[in-house]
Each structure stands twice: as C-alpha cells, then as structure tokens.
Nanobody
C-alpha cells in the first residue's frame, strides 16, 4: 500500500518561508512527484512537479521564482520550499505521485495522494 505523508505546513506572515515535505512509503521512489494546492471554495490547482532524477522541474506561473520543488531519492522524500509567501498562497497543499514517468500538471496523471498540509499566510 502506497502512502504519502505531508508535513511542514503552518501559519506565517506575508514574506515568510515554509518548507513542505512529502514522505513516500510502500513502494520504490520511482515516481514523478507533484504538489497541488486547494484554497477554500476553490478547485485544486497544480503548483510544481519534478521528474524521477530531480533534474527537470515545472511550475505554475503564479509561483515561479518563489517556490522550489526538489527530492531526495535516498530518503524517498519530496520537498516544496516556499519563499516570499503571499496571502494568496493560503491553501491546503497536497503532494502526489505519478507512475507514468512524465511530468504533468493535471490531477488525472497522478495515482497517489497525501492528505494535505495546511499553509496559512497572513498579511
């Protein structure tokens, strides 16, 4: 059984930073990893994704330059470093894993999901 467990969320003021982690268990870590977020009353949206080796990444336009995705395959962990946070970044952040081998921005491409970690940014 595959499990994804996120951590690292919290409450910060605008301009602050947070680092989210996503630990994968139950399978080898040979998946494309992605991060999505869902604000209250809104759809879940793509944030960032990283390929199997960590050498290729893609980002939503709204977070480029402020958020960095990375991974440590030895630790079976994906990370989301978020800097210069804005109130608009407030959301429940989910990590996801895809066994399809290609970077993707669509939720439909991801097979496994975590339960989410809350990020709240105050102005």
């Amino acid at each position: 059984q595959v499990q994804l467990v996120e951590s690292g969320g919290g409450s910060v003021q605008a301009g602050g930073s947070l680092r989210l982690s996503c630990v994968v268990s139950g399978r080898t870590f040979n998946s494309v990893m992605g991060w999505f977020r869902q604000a209250p009353g809104k759809e879940r949206n793509f944030v960032a994704a990283i390929n199997l080796t960590g050498g290729v990444t893609i980002y939503a336009n709204s977070v480029k330059g402020r958020i960095t995705i990375s991974r440590d395959n030895a630790k079976k962990t994906a990370y989301l470093q978020m800097n210069n946070l804005e109130p608009e970044d407030t959301a429940l952040y989910y990590c996801a894993a895809s066994s399809r081998g290609r970077l993707a921005t669509s939720m439909n491409e991801y097979d496994y999901w975590g339960q989410g970690t809350q990020v709240t940014v105050s102005s």
